[in-house]
Nanobody, 116 residues
Framework: QVQLVESGGGLVQPGGSLRLSCVAS????????MSWHRQTPGKQRELVAL???????NYPDSAKGRFTISRDNTKATVYLQMIRLKPEDTAVYYC??????????WGRGTQVTVSS
């Protein structure tokens, strides 16, 4: 089992920055990748960043140039640095841990609100 706990969400003005953290615990040795996703009511959950066990990263066009995923293996923590935030970035942001089988563990999410 893997447990994920997100933190760092909150209220930020448009153009501002925010850094999210995801701390993993449990049986994490088999995890192949970690990712961040976001979801708003009535919309599909969408990937915003992914990092593989080898350190490769992947971002959709909506996040490229503004979002950066990173990790600290000594702390079992994955980060999402977000800059130049826009109102449309407002969502609940979820952390996910990927097994080779395709199964994903999910955190409970952290709210990000971009508004003036």
């Amino acid at each position: 089992q893997v447990q994920l706990v997100e933190s760092g969400g909150g209220l930020v003005q448009p153009g501002g920055s925010l850094r999210l953290s995801c701390v993993a615990s449990g049986s994490i040795s088999s995890i192949n990748a970690m990712s961040w996703h976001r979801q708003t009511p009535g919309k599909q959950r969408e990937l915003v960043a992914l990092i593989t066990s080898g350190g490769d990263t992947n971002y959709p066009d909506s996040a490229k140039g503004r979002f950066t995923i990173s990790r600290d293996n000594t702390k079992a923590t994955v980060y999402l640095q977000m800059i130049r935030l826009k109102p449309e970035d407002t969502a609940v942001y979820y952390c996910a841990a990927h097994h080779p089988s395709g199964f994903k563990y999910w955190g409970r999410g952290t709210q990000v609100t971009v508004s003036s």
